[in-house]
């Protein structure tokens, strides 16, 4: 009845990180490579630095983490004062060398980088029209047809190419643009994914959370406002301003699962937002347990907002192999239940005979899950109830996670009694979205929601 899947969380987008320091002591390709660092949950599948020495630009990318694609050595071949660097999930178009980012163009007389973090819902319209201007296409992602259409906009000044090729994209998109001697950061009119800048000393950084700023040691100034345009060049910073959206409408899983928990995206703290939603929790479903768990680590933080609430002891039952990260080379069909145990263990001793509380943030598939409980009851624990600290997840997600289609959503298949039995939890319960919005500072109209209610904040172009 249920498929057998063994990721059992949303893919993250993309990560993406600039850094502007002319006239400047600092290794711009090495505090690209931290910030990178930082940002590896958003991305597991390639990465790669492009680094402006003024005259020319140089690129190293590949497959891969962060520590995998660079070394001391490649990393020293990138010498410059300016860089932009990527950390890639692959949403649209396929994992491999040729859809690694930053990619790659001439505007002008100049050369044109460019890192892209989200997900373009009328691609298919574009690249019929750039194919009718004979472009030819290196890539099968959408982030090349936003730097083809920058492209094609030359004669004018690039902030106004960029804010021309804004007016021809739709969907979800934070980017960061390099030439040999200027750095842009735009994030799309609804703000639907996150970006911010800071500085660094006399010097400037763009990325897509504050961690990464506080990976290189920059002051966090601001984040870029939705449909906002940053020009940094030897001029100094400017603003543009693209008409302004009816709306924001931040990803709300940027809170609940996306973002590293010690970020701050749009002025508020993802750990409160997470701490918030473990209370919301325990108001609405106080469990009479021994002790409240949490699935590590993307539950702690919820688990820890349910235990403040609730007054019940919180216990660290589960122990996460760390070096499995959160994405692994996969057993085969018959082992995929050993897979999960190369992540997850019970800690025996803390768990047996106690009746527990399982915390975690999301439910995608329930097939991890699933076999966590069992776990559970193998190492002696007499009831697991477990609770959600997000609402059922029903619809596709069209703007950069991997949720593309209501056959991979169990709460969209089945109903809560059912996806309860398949787990094989004593209780199972989800945060309402009452409870989801209450959690944060900003009315729920600023946020898109539209996996839990399948309200999209964007026309939804025939391409999709």
């Known amino acids: ?52 020495n003024s005259q020319s630009i140089n690129v190293h990318k590949g497959l891969g983490l962060v520590a995998q694609v660079f070394n001391e050595n490649n990393l020293k071949q990138l010498k410059g004062s300016m860089a932009v660097g990527h950390v890639r999930y692959s949403t649209t178009g396929a994992s491999s060398l040729e859809n690694a980012q930053p990619v790659i163009s001439r505007f002008s007389d100049k050369t044109l980088c460019l890192a892209h973090n989200g997900n373009l819902t009328n691609t298919n319209e574009l690249r019929q029209h750039l194919a009718k201007n004979k472009v030819f296409f290196q890539t099968t992602s959408d982030s090349e047809i936003i730097l083809q ?9 690039l902030t106004e190419a960029v804010k021309m090729t804004m007016h021809q994209i739709k969907g979800a ?42 990976a290189v040691g920059a002051q966090f100034s601001r984040d870029v406002k939705p449909g906002e345009i940053i020009t940094i060049d030897q001029a100094g910073i400017k603003s543009t301003q693209f008409p302004l959206s009816s709306q924001r409408s931040l990803c709300i899983f940027e809170y609940i699962y996306l973002a590293r928990v010690d970020s701050v995206i749009d002025g508020e703290s993802v750990n409160q937002v997470r701490r918030n939603l473990g209370k919301a929790l325990a108001q609405e479903y106080f469990i009479h347990a021994d002790m409240v768990i949490p699935v590590p680590d993307s539950g702690i933080t919820s688990a820890l907002g349910y235990t403040e609430e609730s007054g019940l002891p919180y216990k660290e039952g589960l122990t996460k192999n760390r070096y499995a990260g959160r994405t692994f080379i996969q057993p085969g069909q018959e082992l995929r239940e050993l897979g999960v145990k190369l992540k997850f263990n019970p800690i025996k001793d803390i768990l047996k005979g106690q009746g527990i509380v399982m915390v975690d943030d999301s439910l995608v598939r329930g097939t991890t899950c699933r076999q966590i409980v069992k776990m559970l009851r193998q190492a002696g624990v007499m009831e697991v109830h477990l609770l959600v600290a997000s609402p059922p997840i029903l619809c596709p997600c069209y703007y950069g996670i991997d949720i593309a289609s209501p ?11 059912e996806i309860r039995r398949f787990i094989g939890a004593d209780s199972l319960h989800y945060l309402s979205l009452n409870g989801l919005f209450s959690a944060l500072k900003a009315p729920r109209e600023e946020f898109c929601s539209a996996c839990f209610n399948g309200t999209y904040p964007t026309e939804m172009a025939r391409s999709i």
């Open 1 to 52: 009845m249920f498929s057998r899947i063994l990721h059992d969380k949303p893919k993250e987008e993309c990560g993406v990180f600039g850094i502007y320091a002319p006239g400047i002591d600092v290794d711009a390709a090495q505090l690209t490579y931290y910030g990178l660092y930082a940002l590896q949950h958003r991305g597991q599948d390639s990465a790669g630095i492009a680094v402006s």
């Open 149 to 157: 259409l920058i492209s094609q906009n030359s004669t004018l000044s």
């Open 173 to 214: 998109y934070s980017l960061v643009i390099m030439t040999e001697n200027q750095l842009i950061g735009a994030r799309d009119p609804k703000g639907m994914r996150p970006l911010c800048f800071g500085t660094l000393g006399e010097g400037y950084v763009l990325a897509s959370e504050s961690c990464a700023l506080d």
């Open 407 to 417: 056959d991979q959503l169990v709460a969209a298949r089945f109903n809560q009694e």
